[in-house]
């Protein structure tokens, strides 16, 4: 699933192992491609990232947990996530999430 944020775009890619959705970043400008391998390298708190990129505070935390290690993607999934948090959304074309209460539109 792909997600646009301000500049930043990235896929939710969902990892077996922790049960939670990763942001993977694409297509970064170069001074976004310095600062998110900066953090790949030293212990950034996980509100900085948010602060940076807009993610939600889960997703900052998971993007950080799988900054260095393989995010294990299994099975094929029937739900979509929420953009907002990374949760299960309950249906794939729900509008809303009962987790975080984030609603949005197409
Ligand atoms: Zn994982
Ligand atoms: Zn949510």
Redesign the pocket.
Known sequence: MRVERNRWIYDLVY?G??G?HVPVFRDLAPSDQTMVDAWRLRKTPSSQIADETGLSKELAKSWK??RNKP??QKGQMNSTPCPECGRWLRTPCAKQCFHCGNKWHD
Request: charged share 10%; aromatic share 0%; proline share 0%.
């Open positions: 990892c192992e922790c939670v947990l799988h995010i294990q």
